[in-house]
């Protein structure tokens, strides 16, 4: 059973536990299907909280997305504001996000979409850390981890850019590109997170290294150690994809977003020797899927629908315009610039 805000729901749940009022008087049955006007009810009764009866992977329709977002941003920038004044790190709230995060990723479709809409209206470190845990509970279901593993890569990818609250911001906001000083400090981040999370009870061993070596690469290129391959943990292979491709996909002040499409071509043929395959692979199968039937604007500035994607050739679709076809496999000077919501 999963508790949820009550600013997240929808009408048409199916309460999990009792709803009394604060006298004690029961207001709604376990069982019952609240209504939009009980909803209303519940609020002016300062009702924050309900259970869902449903399993987990049925709730994603109740739940509006767009509200789990926000609540998770707001979360998110208040551990890292917690984090940057040196106090305890609240593991409930945080805990509770991830398993609504987790809620969210069931119903994939429409997955990216929305987080496409969410994205740029807010600080890029809190959209980013948001993404990255979507991003990090999408490959672990891709790749068939336990529900336990499945959140605890929600937590790391929530979390492991949370050593930047060590950078002062004149660097982190910096337009620029940075000095090898500044890259220097900037690099810390991922020890300083690590030290943050390392001695907390609710993190395990995993989550604690996947933060700390998130930005290793299987060649030795990577840092903060430069570890290679295998020394590599799991986790954290997963949450550097996560974490590439998203950088890849948002706009940033020192550089501007590609399209998920540019962003798949350029993590795949970067990742040899790089990423980890396996991971980057499953990645560059799947993620595909999701871009057929979205409109998108071409490189010679032509609109058109994505009809087919080879699953050869998973980044270059055949693209209809008008009554045309085009195949940008065949024809390798159109790229795809942007989807178009
Ligand atoms: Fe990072
Ligand atoms: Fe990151």
Redesign the pocket.
């Known amino acids: 059973m999963l508790k949820i805000k009550l600013s997240q729901l929808k009408p048409g749940v199916k309460l999990g536990k009792d709803i009394f009022t604060f006298d004690g008087n029961l207001l709604l049955p376990k069982g019952s299907i609240v209504s939009k006007e009980q909803l209303e009810q519940f609020a002016r009764r300062n009702i924050e909280e309900v259970y869902l009866w449903e399993e987990s992977s049925k709730i994603k329709s109740q739940v509006d997305f767009q509200e789990v977002y926000k609540d998770s941003l707001a979360v998110t920038r208040e551990f890292m504001l917690e984090a940057k004044l040196g106090k305890p790190i609240d593991e409930k709230e945080i805990n509770a996000t991830v398993e609504m995060l987790v809620c969210q990723v069931f119903d994939q479709n429409d997955l990216f979409h929305q987080m496409r809409i969410m994205k740029e209206k807010d600080e890029y470190l809190f959209t980013?850390s948001v993404n990255?845990s979507l991003l990090c509970i999408l490959i672990g279901r891709w790749m068939k981890y336990s529900d336990e593993k499945i959140k605890e890569l929600g937590l790391a990818g929530l979390l492991?850019?949370i050593g930047k609250v060590k950078v002062p911001d004149h660097i982190l906001q910096k337009p620029d590109t940075l000095t090898p000083e500044e890259f220097e400090v900037v690099k810390k981040h991922t020890i300083d997170g690590y030290n943050l999370l390392v001695d907390l009870p609710w993190i395990n061993e995993s989550m604690a290294n996947a933060v700390l070596m998130?930005h290793e690469r299987a060649d030795g290129s990577g840092y903060p150690l430069g570890l290679k391959g295998v020394k590599i943990n799991n986790y954290a292979s997963i949450v550097a994809v996560a974490?590439v491709y998203?950088?890849m996909t948002s706009e940033r002040i020192y550089s501007d977003k590609v399209s998920p499409y540019t962003a798949v071509e350029t993590l795949w043929n970067d990742s040899f020797g790089k990423l980890d395959p396996r991971i980057s692979k499953v990645f560059y199968d799947k993620i595909t899927d999701f871009y057929v039937g979205n409109e998108v604007l071409l490189s010679n500035n032509e609109r058109g629908l994505v009809v087919y994607i080879d699953p050869g050739q998973p980044t270059r679709p055949i693209i209809k315009v008008g009554d045309e076809f085009y195949n940008l496999a065949e024809d390798r000077s159109l790229t795809i610039l942007e989807i178009i919501d």
């Open positions: 980013h990255v492991h850019d998130h974490d998203d950088a």
